[in-house]
């Protein structure tokens, strides 16, 4: 409830947009298709069962619908945005576009901005264990990047750590493990209590509350932001 509710807010999604739902219901990205409509009565759009990265009729599915805002990984992005290069551009309604579950090719929002010059890329991360986005970074139209795109700065009420092996905070610029906490924390893994315990530890600025480990690599930029590095054991 709590991700859902900032994503609604922080990003001004309204009863008024339609959604389509790329993601599978086994896969985490469809709680906030389905609970980000439900909680706002906006409206949901739903290819067809095994279609959802037809591209061609997805262009012609968010055209039809009026789609306006996106949800997927980023290769499904760059699947439609490589078909928009190559193809007359359909009059798309798109003006929110959400991604997130692995790395954002570094020139996609570029390439993004130039077939739809009104829309808004914004990169999530976080763990399913933390119910699912725990971090947002709002790529701007015109910004460049060499290595890769920031993680960014936590969603409301969430907090993430960047601790070394000893537990210790990690200065900027200095690389550790990622640590969330805040509301979204899971209890733990359903009947794992060992795995559990490695990985839910209590949080060691806010008593009786626990943390998430979550085995990824990043670092404090000077702006604030997070960068994310990869995997501690790939």
């Known amino acids: 409830i709590n991700t859902i509710r900032d994503i609604n807010k922080k990003f001004s999604i309204t009863k008024d947009d339609i959604i389509i739902g790329i993601a599978g219901p086994a896969f985490d990205l469809s709680v906030y298709d389905i609970f980000g409509t439900l909680s706002l009565g906006a409206k949901l759009v739903l290819p067809k069962r095994n279609r959802q990265i037809y591209i061609e009729y997805l262009v012609k599915l968010l055209d039809d619908e009026k789609v306006t805002?996106?949800?997927?990984?980023?290769a499904v992005m760059q699947m439609l945005v490589s078909y928009l290069q190559t193809h007359k551009?359909?009059?798309?309604?798109?003006?929110?576009?959400?991604?997130?579950g692995d790395w954002i090719p570094v020139t996609l929002p570029t390439e993004?901005?130039?077939?739809?010059?009104?829309?808004?890329?914004?990169?999530?991360?976080?763990?399913?264990e933390a119910s699912i986005w725990s971090i947002f970074y709002r790529i701007e139209k015109g910004e460049t990047f060499e290595k890769s795109i920031p993680y960014g700065k936590?969603?409301?009420?969430q907090r993430f750590y960047i601790l070394n092996e000893r537990m210790e905070e990690c200065p900027d610029m200095?690389?550790?493990?990622?640590?969330?906490?805040?509301?979204g924390v899971a209890k733990g893994y359903w009947n794992d209590p060992q795995k559990t315990k490695e990985r839910f530890i209590p949080d060691p600025k806010v008593p009786g509350e626990m943390m998430y480990?979550?085995?990824?690599?990043?670092?404090?930029?000077?702006?604030?932001?997070?960068?994310?590095l990869g995997r501690e054991d790939y």
């Open 89 to 100: 551009k359909a009059d798309l309604s798109l003006r929110k576009v959400l991604l997130s």
């Open 69 to 74: 805002i996106w949800n997927s990984t980023p």
């Open 112 to 128: 993004l901005y130039k077939i739809l010059p009104n829309v808004e890329m914004i990169s999530l991360g976080g763990a399913t």
């Open 154 to 157: 936590p969603l409301a009420n």
């Open 174 to 183: 200095v690389s550790g493990e990622l640590f969330i906490s805040g509301k």
């Open 213 to 228: 480990a979550t085995g990824d690599i990043g670092r404090y930029l000077k702006s604030g932001d997070i960068e994310f």
